[in-house]
């Protein structure tokens, strides 16, 4: 159990286009769902906290327009990263939190963007 | 305010050694603290964690690491390590206090294990 999906796993793209990255928990439902950002060699950096049915928190100097997040269900977020460019370019991972039990967050395999 | 620090950036150990992975932590309250592993392009894996009770706590693919609140330590260690174990190594803490859950994690450590 406490599975997460990824979708795309990987995604390339031209510089100016908007790319959708969808979370899911498979086999459990997650009233909040966390969105991280890697880069090479690098610690995980939190984003922002998607919540369900509400607008997603921000981290400080994460640009909301530019990382547009949505959590319609208790199970999808999504992240949106608007006219991506290729300093957008990095491995971005997000993790549920199960609504019941200990609040233990579970991860994503992560999605590779690279943009063009 | 809530931080880890893994000071080793890189650790090396011959197959069969004992591996450590170093980890220290800092919170305002007491911590929920976790071990995860994470392969090449992969997310990440957990391996255990730290909630209340004993500061040994076992975990995944004898993995163990143990919670010493005086010295705000929590250190990864498994007693004979293998080819597979290598990989990158992040260790996190949580805030009991803190609202949101937030997860901070430290800057990982890659483990490289030679046969």
């Known amino acids: 159990g406490a599975v997460v999906s990824q979708h795309p796993s990987r995604v390339i793209c031209k510089s100016g286009t908007s790319v959708k990255i969808e979370c899911r928990s498979l086999?459990?439902?997650?009233?909040?769902m966390f969105w991280y950002r890697q880069f090479p060699k690098q610690s995980l950096m939190l984003m922002a906290t998607s919540n369900e049915g509400s607008k997603a928190t921000y981290e400080q100097g994460v640009e909301k327009d530019k990382f547009l997040i949505n959590h319609a269900s208790l199970t999808l977020s999504t992240l949106t990263v608007t006219s991506a460019h290729p300093e957008d370019s990095s491995f971005y991972i997000c993790?549920?939190?199960?609504?019941?039990?200990?609040?233990?967050?579970?991860f994503g395999p992560g999605t590779r963007l690279t943009v063009l | 305010a809530q931080s880890v620090a893994q000071p080793e950036d890189q650790v090396n150990v011959a197959e069969g050694n004992p591996l450590t992975v170093k980890c220290t932590y800092s919170v305002s309250g007491n911590p929920y603290l976790f071990w995860y592993v994470q392969y090449p392009n992969r997310g990440l894996q957990f391996l255990l964690k730290?909630?209340?009770?004993?500061?040994l706590v076992k975990g995944s693919y004898g993995f163990e690491a143990e919670f010493n609140k005086s010295q705000t330590s929590f250190h990864l260690k498994k007693p004979s390590a293998l080819v597979s174990d290598s990989a990158l190594y992040f260790c996190a803490v949580r805030d009991r206090k803190a609202a949101g859950n937030k997860l901070t994690f430290g800057g990982g450590t890659r483990v490289l294990v030679k046969p």
């Open positions: 993790s549920a939190r199960r609504t019941s039990g200990n609040n233990e967050q579970f």
């Open positions: 086999d459990f439902q997650a009233t909040t």
């Open positions: 730290y909630i209340t009770g004993d500061n």
